[in-house]
């Protein structure tokens, strides 16, 4: 009952709240139309000037602002700030005109108290627009305990000068056709009322300094979101300031400017685009930019122009309008790159990231390309950090625990990822070679603002490298292996030799010798041992067969390259139909051994595992290379797949030639494509 109660109180009270603003609102646009109109109506001797100030903007914008902020949320102080800072512009729009009209109208001591009036809603208007406005946004609070001074120091100087204004002696000179009377005037305060003006207005413009720092403070403390929040206030207050510090001849802009800041200020709270903001400051400079340099060598260049050519005035009109129309391209092109800079960093184009990292990979090889590129990616993105593994479990297959990592062929760890950091994968034409783990934004002005489209642009990059490093691998793998058999090969061959064919032929001699002295003593014994020895020669022969066939497959040999493949398409499976192209009749041994071998193992996975109804073999002689490819109509390569024996051994008789072996599903079935150089 008592959530009830409590839920049904605070309901009321944010419709109360949202009633009262909505009434503050419409009260201060409807004093500052209506006091607008009173000062276009007066005569043009006692209008003001300038005829709009920022008093106007802030009397229109701030209201309505904090009234939709209320809506939203009702305790915002800052909302409050805006309506009741926006209804004492409004009040002093208002009691301006109202005071010039009177004063027209020669009722000079009614003016005078309106003047007072005037004062009174411009020294509210500063206190809380140009005072604590700044130094609450844009999460509704100051930076720190140690900003509540400067706080009170604003207000009681905007205060102080609200109230040298409201007892100022009456001036000297005055621009109205009659002096309007003070009724507070404090004539004591002639002498000093100048140096008094002076060093407030001193000490108001160093408080919007200080409130301008604020903004910049919490912007080098917060995080990458948090500082796209701030920039928004913290442009719009700029901006504004610079007009105002400028004088009263960029008022007109500082008015235009006024309107912007309560938005942006709505932004930075609602959190509303913020992605925005940086493209908005870019476009601001860029278009900036141009406007001035442009403008400045279009009417340079017409000044000299029309200096050396005085008599030629559509000459230099010509001149100055090719010279700006040649510069705007350039000059467009470098102040995007400056202000890209500015917000994101060296590499914040995904143009300039691809740049550097092409440099990076032509520059090194694989293992130092990989350390490379990392770097490169993380000064790119502006992140905390970035992990590369190469292999691991998303080529290896599926690792040890749950979201544990595979163990990975290369790792690569530049800064600190986090404990969540984004998984990116490393896929090269189809195959994963490896992931990237991106971690949060860094400290950094802005973290980039097409991170999307910087990470587009760096993957196939680190995947081409991770790649690299997967072959590089590999071969030092093969390279290893290729040694190991070898030696083994060798150990085998001389184990048969001198176990098998060497006591054989050892045997075979003493059967001779002791055959030749039978020969004289005992005929029939010698016939006897050479019969044996007939039999051992028979054995003899049929293991030297054996070593050769295991040197080199005898079919080869006897069928040459095509009819040999042809001999293996004639054994049991799927039909299987050969195609030579060229002639393979006088191949390297190496290559005719690489090229059977990997047909072989190729027709035997097609007839083992692809369900395959046809399989075609297809030998393609070049002048450079001979080109094997095994496709068949099976069921195609796995989505999810790890490389077995058979397509290392593919791979790895491939590599030994310094040629490739791609495995690939190209739309049905499977397809093995061989590339061994000649």
Same mark, same amino acid.
């Given at each position: 009952?008592?959530?009830?109660?409590? &839920? #049904?109180? =605070? %309901?009321? /009270?944010?419709?109360? !709240?949202? +009633?009262?603003?909505? @009434?503050?609102? $419409?009260?201060?646009?409807?004093?500052?139309?209506?006091?607008?109109?009173?000062?276009?109506?007066?005569?043009?001797?006692?209008?003001?000037?300038?005829?709009?100030?920022?008093?106007?903007?802030?009397?229109?914008?701030?209201?309505?602002?904090?009234?939709?902020?209320?809506?939203?949320?009702?305790?915002?102080?800052?909302?409050?700030?805006?309506?009741?800072?926006?209804?004492?512009?409004?009040?002093?729009?208002?009691?301006?005109?109202?005071?010039? &009209? #009177?004063? =027209? %109208?020669? /009722?000079?001591?009614? !003016?005078? +108290?309106?003047?007072? @009036?005037?004062? $009174?809603?411009?020294?509210?208007?500063?206190?809380?627009?140009?005072?604590?406005?700044?130094?609450?946004?844009?999460?509704?609070?100051?930076?720190?305990?140690?900003?509540?001074?400067?706080?009170?120091?604003?207000?009681?100087?905007?205060?102080?000068?609200?109230?040298?204004?409201?007892?100022?002696?009456?001036?000297?000179?005055?621009?109205?056709?009659?002096?309007?009377?003070?009724?507070?005037?404090?004539?004591?305060?002639?002498?000093?009322?100048?140096?008094?003006? =002076? %060093?407030?207005?001193?000490?108001?413009?160093?408080?919007?300094?200080?409130?301008?720092?604020?903004?910049?403070?919490?912007?080098?403390?917060?995080?990458?979101?948090?500082?796209?929040?701030?920039?928004?206030?913290?442009?719009?207050?700029?901006?504004?300031?610079?007009?105002?510090?400028?004088?009263?001849?960029?008022?007109?802009?500082?008015?235009?400017?006024?309107?912007?800041?309560?938005?942006?200020?709505?932004?930075?709270?609602?959190?509303?685009?913020?992605?925005?903001?940086?493209?908005?400051?870019?476009?601001?400079?860029?278009?900036?930019?141009?406007?001035?340099?442009?403008?400045?060598?279009?009417?340079?260049?017409?000044?000299?122009?029309?200096?050396?050519?005085?008599?030629?005035?559509?000459?230099?009109?010509?001149?100055?309008?090719?010279?700006?129309?040649?510069?705007?391209?350039?000059?467009?092109?470098?102040?995007?790159?400056?202000?890209?800079?500015?917000?994101?960093?060296?590499?914040?184009?995904?143009?300039?990231?691809?740049?550097?990292?092409?440099?990076?990979?032509?520059?090194?090889?694989?293992?130092?390309?990989?350390?490379?590129?990392?770097?490169?990616?993380?000064?790119?993105?502006?992140?905390?950090?970035?992990?590369?593994?190469?292999?691991?479990?998303?080529?290896?297959?599926?690792?040890?625990?749950?979201?544990?990592?595979?163990?990975?062929?290369?790792?690569?760890?530049?800064?600190?990822?986090?404990?969540?950091?984004?998984?990116?994968?490393?896929?090269?034409?189809?195959?994963?070679?490896?992931?990237?783990?991106?971690?949060?934004?860094?400290?950094?002005?802005?973290?980039?603002?097409?991170?999307?489209?910087?990470?587009?642009?760096?993957?196939?990059?680190?995947?081409?490298?991770?790649?690299?490093?997967?072959?590089?691998?590999?071969?030092?793998?093969?390279?290893?292996?290729?040694?190991?058999?070898?030696?083994?090969?060798?150990?085998?061959?001389?184990?048969?030799?001198?176990?098998?064919?060497?006591?054989?032929?050892?045997?075979?001699?003493?059967?001779?010798?002791?055959?030749?002295?039978?020969?004289?003593?005992?005929?029939?014994?010698?016939?006897?041992?050479?019969?044996?020895?007939?039999?051992?020669?028979?054995?003899?022969?049929?293991?030297?067969?054996?070593?050769?066939?295991?040197?080199?497959?005898?079919?080869?040999?006897?069928?040459?390259?095509?009819?040999?493949?042809?001999?293996?398409?004639?054994?049991?499976?799927?039909?299987?139909?050969?195609?030579?192209?060229?002639?393979?009749?006088?191949?390297?041994?190496?290559?005719?051994?690489?090229?059977?071998?990997?047909?072989?193992?190729?027709?035997?996975?097609?007839?083992?595992?692809?369900?395959?109804?046809?399989?075609?073999?297809?030998?393609?002689?070049?002048?450079?290379?001979?080109?094997?490819?095994?496709?068949?109509?099976?069921?195609?390569?796995?989505?999810?797949?790890?490389?077995?024996?058979?397509?290392?051994?593919?791979?790895?008789?491939?590599?030994?030639?310094?040629?490739?072996?791609?495995?690939?599903?190209?739309?049905?079935?499977?397809?093995?494509?061989?590339?061994?150089?000649?």
């Amino acid at each position: 009952m008592t959530d009830t109660l409590s &839920a #049904s109180r =605070a %309901g009321s /009270d944010a419709g109360g !709240a949202r +009633w009262a603003a909505g @009434a503050l609102a $419409a009260l201060a646009v409807t004093l500052t139309v209506a006091g607008t109109a009173v000062q276009l109506s007066v005569p043009r001797e006692w209008a003001p000037w300038p005829p709009f100030v920022p008093d106007h903007a802030a009397g229109l914008a701030f209201p309505l602002t904090g009234a939709f902020l209320i809506r939203h949320r009702p305790r915002l102080r800052l909302a409050w700030l805006m309506c009741v800072g926006g209804l004492g512009s409004a009040v002093a729009i208002m009691a301006v005109g109202l005071q010039n &009209a #009177s004063a =027209a %109208g020669g /009722d000079l001591e009614s !003016a005078g +108290w309106l003047r007072i @009036a005037a004062v $009174a809603g411009w020294a509210v208007a500063a206190c809380t627009l140009s005072s604590l406005l700044p130094l609450l946004s844009p999460d509704d609070r100051l930076p720190s305990r140690r900003w509540l001074p400067v706080a009170v120091l604003t207000v009681v100087v905007n205060l102080a000068e609200g109230v040298r204004n409201a007892v100022r002696p009456a001036p000297l000179v005055n621009r109205y056709p009659e002096v309007i009377p003070n009724p507070l005037a404090v004539e004591a305060l002639a002498p000093y009322n100048a140096s008094l003006q =002076a %060093g407030l207005t001193l000490a108001m413009n160093a408080c919007v300094v200080l409130g301008l720092m604020s903004l910049v403070g919490r912007m080098r403390r917060a995080a990458p979101a948090g500082r796209r929040q701030i920039a928004w206030p913290l442009s719009a207050f700029v901006v504004y300031t610079a007009f105002v510090l400028l004088g009263q001849d960029y008022w007109a802009l500082a008015t235009i400017w006024t309107a912007a800041i309560p938005v942006a200020i709505a932004f930075a709270v609602l959190r509303h685009r913020l992605y925005g903001i940086d493209t908005v400051i870019s476009r601001t400079v860029v278009a900036t930019g141009l406007v001035v340099t442009v403008g400045a060598v279009y009417f340079g260049v017409s000044a000299l122009a029309g200096l050396l050519l005085s008599d030629y005035d559509q000459l230099a009109g010509l001149a100055a309008t090719l010279t700006a129309g040649a510069l705007f391209q350039p000059l467009r092109a470098r102040l995007r790159r400056m202000t890209d800079a500015m917000l994101y960093g060296r590499h914040g184009r995904p143009e300039e990231l691809a740049r550097r990292l092409t440099i990076e990979v032509g520059a090194r090889e694989p293992a130092n390309a990989l350390a490379a590129v990392t770097s490169v990616v993380r000064d790119g993105l502006g992140v905390t950090g970035v992990v590369v593994e190469v292999g691991g479990a998303s080529v290896d297959g599926p690792g040890g625990a749950a979201g544990e990592p595979g163990r990975a062929e290369m790792r690569v760890e530049l800064g600190v990822a986090g404990a969540k950091p984004r998984e990116v994968p490393l896929v090269w034409h189809g195959e994963p070679v490896g992931r990237m783990l991106i971690g949060p934004p860094g400290p950094r002005r802005f973290s980039a603002a097409y991170t999307e489209r910087l990470i587009g642009a760096a993957v196939p990059y680190v995947a081409d490298v991770a790649h690299a490093v997967l072959m590089a691998a590999d071969l030092q793998r093969s390279r290893e292996r290729i040694l190991t058999a070898r030696e083994e090969e060798r150990r085998r061959l001389r184990r048969d030799l001198h176990d098998g064919l060497g006591m054989a032929l050892t045997n075979m001699a003493m059967s001779l010798s002791i055959a030749r002295i039978n020969l004289r003593q005992a005929p029939s014994a010698a016939d006897a041992l050479l019969l044996d020895l007939r039999s051992g020669m028979d054995a003899v022969s049929q293991e030297v067969r054996e070593l050769v066939y295991g040197l080199r497959p005898p079919t080869l040999d006897d069928l040459g390259l095509a009819g040999a493949v042809r001999a293996l398409a004639a054994e049991p499976g799927p039909p299987v139909e050969v195609v030579a192209e060229g002639e393979t009749g006088d191949l390297p041994a190496a290559v005719e051994v690489a090229a059977y071998r990997i047909a072989q193992e190729a027709l035997t996975n097609a007839r083992k595992h692809a369900a395959a109804g046809h399989v075609t073999v297809t030998l393609t002689r070049s002048e450079r290379a001979l080109v094997v490819r095994v496709r068949d109509d099976g069921k195609g390569l796995p989505a999810v797949r790890r490389s077995g024996v058979g397509f290392a051994s593919m791979r790895e008789r491939a590599a030994e030639l310094g040629g490739t072996c791609l495995i690939t599903s190209p739309g049905t079935g499977t397809q093995v494509e061989a590339i061994l150089p000649l």
